[in-house]
């Protein structure tokens, strides 16, 4: 694990969110990916800005089943050499 990357990085934001406008989310992907780290962007379909309060609503679901397959993908037990705030775990 390189300690100056960032871990892999899951954006999840909903398309009706009136707190946080989406083209927010979406610059902070971009600007990840540039950067060369991995991030990944979803958008929920007419999910507002607290959408995982409802937490049997549609969205969350949604969003649980990405949270899910990202950390699939990415997720890993950490390693001795992996360094968190500067320390070892």
């Known amino acids: 694990l390189d300690p100056t990357k960032v871990p892999p990085l899951l954006i999840i934001h909903g398309d009706a ?3 946080v406008p989406v083209t927010l989310a979406r610059q902070m992907h971009t600007r990840q990916i540039e950067a060369g780290e991995v991030s990944n962007f ?15 609503g549609r969205p969350a679901r949604e969003a649980a089943d990405r949270i899910v ?10 390693q001795a050499e992996d360094v968190f705030f500067g320390c070892k775990s």
């Open 17 to 19: 969110d009136q707190d």
């Open 42 to 56: 979803d958008v929920l379909t007419g999910a507002g800005h607290a959408f995982a309060m409802d937490a049997l």
């Open 69 to 78: 397959a990202f950390l699939g993908e990415h997720g890993r037990e950490p």
